[in-house]
């Protein structure tokens, strides 16, 4: 079975997609395309529908995504379906995405790439962990007004494969910087609009960082 077409990738902006069922086990299909993205690098999966049937759980495994949806759905294999996803959430989950990644190229630009040890960004909130020694919210006037003027710049973003065969993506913006990341991505670093951080501590040097738009 081929790994399905992940068109969130070319078109993070497209909502709605016809595309066909290649495999059916139970309440768990695969598609040929897709534009609901399945949890991976701490980005929450989307909320969306199969033929108007939620899926309960998307599921990234190698190059294939396993939507699970309810048991009643009838469908098979080659059917055409509709997919739709909540885009008021997918656009929430982009501009946090990315707010995120520019704080954490900030904090490895500026403060000796501390070690990251955790990450996750919802619909709500981004957040980032790190070892550190001190309080960090220390460097969070620092933070802020670098990502700021990041914005303010509306500067285009760069989304793209560096090896296509493997699925291997990145993330640019000229003059800034160039990162690993298959999330997807919003065009403009505007987009975001105005951010704000606040610290949390998790234990001994180790320090979060929480991301909200407002």
């Not at 190229?105 to 000796?112: D, S």
């Not at 550190?132 to 670098?146: R, V």
């Amino acid at each position: 079975m081929d790994p399905v077409k992940k068109v969130f990738w070319e078109d993070p902006y497209r909502t709605e997609l016809v595309t066909t069922v290649t495999s059916v086990a139970d309440n768990v299909i695969t598609l040929k395309e897709t534009i609901v993205y399945a949890f991976s690098g701490g980005q929450q999966s989307d909320v969306g529908t199969i033929n108007n049937f939620p899926i309960l759980e998307a599921k990234k495994l190698g190059k294939q995504i396993f939507y699970t949806i309810e048991e009643n759905h009838h469908l098979n294999v080659g059917d055409t379906v509709v997919l739709k996803i909540d885009w008021a959430k997918r656009y929430k989950i982009m501009r946090l995405h990315f707010a995120a990644e520019i704080i954490l190229e900030l904090v490895n630009q500026n403060f000796n790439q501390p070690q990251k040890i955790g990450a996750n960004i919802t619909s709500e909130k981004a957040r980032i962990d790190f070892i550190w020694e001190n309080n960090i919210s220390e460097i969070f006037p620092f933070l802020e007004q670098k990502a700021k003027e990041l914005i303010a710049a509306d500067l285009p973003i760069i989304s793209a494969f560096s090896n296509e065969a493997d699925e291997v993506r990145y993330w640019g913006i000229e003059g800034f910087g160039k990162v690993p990341c298959g999330g997807t991505h919003i065009r403009r670093t505007s987009e975001i609009g105005a951010l704000k951080l606040k610290r949390s501590r998790q234990g001994h040097n180790k320090e979060r960082i929480e991301i909200y738009l407002v």
